[in-house]
């Protein structure tokens, strides 16, 4: 069993419903306002189900350049297009707020997610800037507002920034599930869309994959993703289920379907 909420499932898909620009940020919409970011997310939620994914993770990946602390009016419209698509959700879903740990946990809280995804540990040279995130606020955040259930699953080596941190990333790992108390692990590649180094997939999984799940974060696809699930013990994929295989796009249910085709036949 990988995690409570995911009941049975083995090498478990967490597919992304990447919500369009949230307010205030460039991209916004105002034409379209809340009533499109909402009906845009469930039809991309129906396509991933009607497909079979495990789980379904909101991010607001739209919203860029991206923020390392979330603004009042960009985290209450988060929560309130989570909030309006729960009715269409049948599988248990996470979210994770670009890149603020406290505020991903909060909209977690606030909409009763099962789990949530972020940059918790380390320290980065990032598009963003020097980033040096806060994982004890968020866990605290957690016990103190009654959900330990809630598991926090950590990127490990952040997209769009390098580590400042010259420890392996097998050490780094381990250290965040011994230090911070990661429920799990997750490797990425150097940006969305972009796989992880198969080598460090198995150096983290080597490390820490007796202790807690270890997943691919990016790049996974239907040409590679026998060879992630034969280390990791899943997987996160967005860009993949896109139309065309665009990050940018809305989902295409034929393209889930045939990538969860293969994901049966090797679970």
Same mark, same amino acid.
């Given at each position: 069993?990988?995690?409570?909420?995911?009941?049975?499932?083995?090498?478990?898909?967490?597919?992304?419903?990447?919500?369009?620009?949230?307010?205030?940020?460039?991209?916004?919409?105002?034409?379209?306002?809340?009533?499109?970011?909402?009906?845009?997310?469930?039809?991309?939620?129906?396509?991933?189900?009607?497909?079979?994914?495990?789980?379904?993770?909101?991010?607001?990946?739209?919203?860029?350049?991206?923020?390392?602390?979330?603004?009042?009016?960009?985290?209450?419209?988060?929560?309130?297009?989570?909030?309006?698509?729960?009715?269409?959700?049948?599988?248990?879903?996470?979210?994770?707020?670009?890149?603020?740990?406290?505020? @991903?946990?909060?909209?977690?809280?606030?909409?009763? *997610?099962?789990? $949530?995804?972020?940059?918790? %540990? !380390?320290?980065? /040279?990032?598009?963003?800037?020097?980033?040096?995130?806060?994982?004890?606020?968020?866990?605290?955040?957690?016990?103190?507002?009654?959900?330990?259930?809630?598991?926090?699953?950590?990127?490990?080596?952040?997209?769009?920034?390098?580590?400042?941190?010259?420890?392996?990333?097998?050490?780094?790992?381990? @250290?965040?599930?011994?230090?911070?108390?990661?429920? *799990?692990?997750? $490797?990425?590649?150097?940006? %969305? !869309?972009?796989? /992880?180094?198969?080598?460090?997939?198995?150096?983290?999984?080597?490390?820490?994959?007796?202790?807690?799940?270890?997943?691919?974060?990016?790049?996974?696809?239907?040409?590679?993703?026998?060879?992630?699930?034969?280390?990791?013990?899943?997987?996160?994929?967005?860009?993949?289920?896109?139309?065309?295989?665009?990050?940018?796009?809305?989902?295409?249910?034929?393209?889930?379907?045939?990538?969860?085709?293969?994901?049966?036949?090797?679970?």
């Amino acid at each position: 069993m990988i995690f409570d909420f995911l009941g049975d499932k083995n090498k478990a898909v967490i597919a992304m419903c990447h919500i369009g620009a949230l307010p205030g940020a460039p991209l916004y919409d105002s034409d379209g306002g809340m009533d499109k970011l909402i009906e845009d997310a469930a039809s991309d939620i129906q396509k991933l189900q009607a497909g079979g994914v495990d789980a379904i993770m909101f991010g607001n990946e739209n919203d860029r350049p991206y923020l390392l602390k979330g603004t009042p009016e960009s985290i209450a419209a988060m929560t309130a297009v989570v909030t309006a698509c729960k009715p269409v959700l049948k599988v248990p879903f996470g979210v994770n707020y670009l890149w603020d740990p406290d505020a @991903s946990v909060s909209i977690a809280v606030a909409t009763q *997610a099962s789990f $949530v995804r972020e940059i918790f %540990t !380390g320290v980065f /040279a990032s598009d963003m800037g020097v980033w040096a995130p806060d994982c004890a606020t968020p866990a605290r955040k957690r016990r103190n507002l009654g959900r330990r259930d809630l598991k926090m699953l950590f990127n490990i080596n952040a997209e769009f920034a390098h580590s400042l941190d010259q420890r392996p990333i097998e050490l780094r790992a381990r @250290s965040a599930v011994f230090s911070s108390l990661a429920d *799990a692990i997750l $490797v990425s590649g150097p940006i %969305t !869309g972009q796989p /992880a180094q198969a080598s460090d997939l198995r150096k983290v999984a080597e490390a820490v994959g007796e202790l807690v799940p270890v997943f691919a974060n990016t790049g996974v696809n239907i040409d590679n993703v026998r060879d992630v699930m034969s280390i990791a013990s899943g997987c996160v994929i967005g860009t993949h289920f896109k139309v065309d295989g665009d990050t940018w796009n809305p989902v295409d249910g034929d393209r889930v379907k045939r990538f969860m085709d293969v994901v049966n036949s090797v679970r």
